[in-house]
C-alpha cells in the first residue's frame, strides 16, 4: 500500500495528463481572440499593421491545428516532450504577433502568461521553468525590439519609458507569481488525487482480504458435512474389503484425502464461523486485530479498555468494517515506527461515545507540523534521523491520511497531539510522552445491531 510499487503507479499515470484536443480548443480560442483584434485594429482604429505577416503567424496556428485533427485521433494525451513542444509553439507565435503589433504597447500582451501557467499546473517543475525563462526573454526581447503601432495619419504610438518598463516588469513578475501559484495549487490537487488513490486501493485490498475470510470460513462450513459423509463411508468400506488389498489401499486413500481437504479447510479459515459473527466483535478483539501485525517488533503494546463514565460494565460490540481496521493498524503503526519502547492502545466507551486513544513514548510530533496532521504527503523527502530510525519503512507519507479517511468513512473524528511538552527534559517527561491520536466515535454508528431473541439471523447465501 505504501512501497515504492504506489510510487511508480503516481508517476505512470501523471505522465500524460495533457489532452490534445484541450490544447487545440484553447488555441482556437487564441486565434479568434487574435485575428477580432488585428481587425478591429485595422478597421475600426486605423491602425497600420503588417497584416500578411500577421495573418501569416496566425495562419501557422491555424495549420498545426489542422495537422493535429487529421494526423491524431481526438483521444491524444500529450507526452511531457509533445506538450511542451506544444506550448513552446503557442509561446513563440504569440511573440512573434506582439512583436509584429506593437510589443509591450499592444495591451494584449499579458496573454504570454497563458502558455507557462498551462505548464505550472499540468508539467513537470523543469519544463515550468524552461517556458518560463523563455516567456521572461521573449517579453525582453519584444519590449526593446518591436514594430510600432502607427495610424493612418502616420503618427506613431508612443508611451513614456517609464510606463513601458512597468508593462515589462508586471508581466515579468506575473510570470514568476502566476506560475508558482498555479504550480502549488496543482501539487495540492495531485496530492489528494494521489492519497485518495492510495486511500481507495488500501480499502480495496482489506475489503478483498475480509471477503476471502469469509470465502473460506463459508467453504468450511458448507464442506464440513460431505467430508465427514466420505469419511464415514471410506471406513465402512475399509471394513468390508479387508480381504481385497487391491480394493482396500483405494478406500484408504479415499480417506486419507478427506481428512486432507479437512487440514487444508482447517488452515485456511476458522471452519465453523459464519460470515454474521465474524462481522462484530469486542471492542479489545477488534484494538488486537488491528494492532496484530506490529506486536512482534519489538516494541512493547499494551492494551486497556474499560468504561468510562455512564459506560456499561459490558464491553461494546464494534463492527468488524475493513476501513476500521486498516485506519487503526495504520495509527498503530505510525505509533510503533516512532516510539522509543512502548505502545499504549486505550479503549473508553461512554453512554454515547466510544473513545480510542493511540500514544507512544516517542519525541511526539514536530510542533511545526501538528496543524497539517492528517494532510497528504506532509513531508516530501524523508530525513537521515528518519531512514536510521525506520530503515524498512519505504512509504510515501500516506500512513495517516489514510488511516483518517478511512476511519472518518466510519464515522470518527480524530484529533492528533502530543502528550507532554516537548521541552521537558527526559527526566521530567512522563511515561505517555510522545505523540497521542484520539479517535471519538458516536456509539450508536459503531456498534453492531443488537441481535434480539431471534439472534443474529441466517447466513446470506455468497454469490461466486
Known amino acids: 500500500m505504501n512501497g515504492p510499487g504506489l510510487g511508480h503507479v503516481f508517476r505512470d499515470t501523471r505522465s500524460e495528463w495533457v489532452r490534445l484536443r484541450t490544447l487545440i480548443l484553447l488555441r482556437w480560442m487564441a486565434m479568434g481572440g487574435q485575428l477580432a483584434a488585428i481587425t478591429v485594429a485595422d478597421w475600426v482604429y486605423n491602425v497600420s499593421l503588417p497584416l500578411g505577416l500577421c495573418y501569416m503567424a496566425v495562419g501557422a496556428s491555424v495549420i498545426a491545428n489542422l495537422i493535429s485533427i487529421f494526423v491524431y485521433p481526438q483521444n491524444k494525451r500529450l507526452s511531457e516532450p509533445e506538450a511542451m513542444l506544444t506550448l513552446l509553439f503557442d509561446l513563440s507565435q504569440l511573440a512573434f504577433l506582439l512583436y509584429l503589433t506593437g510589443g509591450l504597447t499592444n495591451p494584449f500582451a499579458l496573454l504570454i502568461l497563458a502558455p507557462v501557467t498551462i505548464s505550472a499546473s499540468a508539467l513537470e517543475l523543469r519544463t515550468t521553468l524552461l517556458l518560463g525563462a523563455l516567456a521572461v526573454l521573449f517579453t525582453t526581447a519584444i519590449a526593446l525590439i518591436n514594430v510600432p503601432l502607427r495610424f493612418d495619419s502616420g ?100 480417506r486419507d484425502q478427506a481428512d486432507r481437504c479437512r487440514d487444508i479447510l482447517r488452515s485456511m479459515g476458522r471452519a465453523g464461523k459464519d460470515d454474521l459473527h465474524l462481522r462484530q466483535a469486542p471492542l479489545d478483539a477488534v484494538l488486537r486485530e488491528a494492532a496484530e501485525p506490529h506486536l512482534n517488533r519489538g516494541k512493547r503494546l499494551e492494551f486497556r479498555c474499560e468504561p468510562g463514565p455512564g459506560g456499561s460494565e459490558r464491553q461494546p460490540l464494534v463492527q468488524r468494517r475493513p476501513e476500521l481496521i486498516h485506519g487503526l493498524r495504520n495509527l498503530v503503526q505510525n505509533a510503533v515506527d516512532f516510539a522509543r519502547s ?123
Request: glycine share 8%; charged share 25%; hydrophobic share 50%.
Open 155 to 254: 503618427a506613431v504610438l508612443e508611451i513614456p519609458t517609464f510606463f513601458e518598463f512597468g508593462f515589462w516588469l508586471a508581466i515579468v513578475i506575473g510570470i514568476v507569481f502566476l506560475g508558482l501559484y498555479s504550480r502549488r495549487v496543482a501539487l495540492e490537487i495531485r496530492s489528494m488525487s494521489d492519497a485518495l488513490l492510495a486511500t481507495q486501493m488500501a480499502l480495496a485490498r482489506e475489503q478483498k482480504l475480509t471477503d476471502l475470510g469469509g470465502v473460506v470460513a463459508a467453504a468450511a462450513h458448507e464442506l464440513g458435512t460431505p467430508l465427514a459423509t466420505i469419511k464415514l463411508v471410506s471406513a465402512e468400506m475399509i471394513e468390508d474389503l479387508a480381504d481385497r488389498p487391491d480394493l482396500l489401499e483405494d478406500a484408504k486413500l479415499i
Open 342 to 464: 512502548a505502545v499504549w492502545i486505550d479503549g473508553e466507551w461512554t453512554a454515547d461515545r466510544l473513545i480510542v486513544r493511540i500514544v507512544d513514548d516517542g519525541e511526539g510530533y514536530p510542533p511545526n507540523l501538528l496543524g497539517r496532521i492528517g494532510d497528504p504527503f506532509v513531508r516530501s523527502r524523508r530525513a537521515d534521523q528518519d531512514l536510521a530510525r525506520r530503515p524498512e519503512y519505504e512509504g510515501m507519507g500516506l500512513g495517516l491520511f489514510i488511516a483518517k479517511t478511512l476511519l472518518e468513512r466510519t464515522g470518527a473524528d480524530l484529533s492528533f497531539a502530543n502528550a507532554a511538552d516537548p521541552f521537558l527534559t527526559p527526566a521530567e517527561r512522563p511515561e505517555r510522552c510522545g505523540a497521542i491520536v484520539v479517535v471519538v466515535w458516536d456509539l450508536a454508528a459503531i456498534t453492531a445491531p443488537s441481535a434480539g431473541r431471534r439472534g443474529l439471523g441466517d447466513n446470506t447465501r455468497i454469490e461466486v
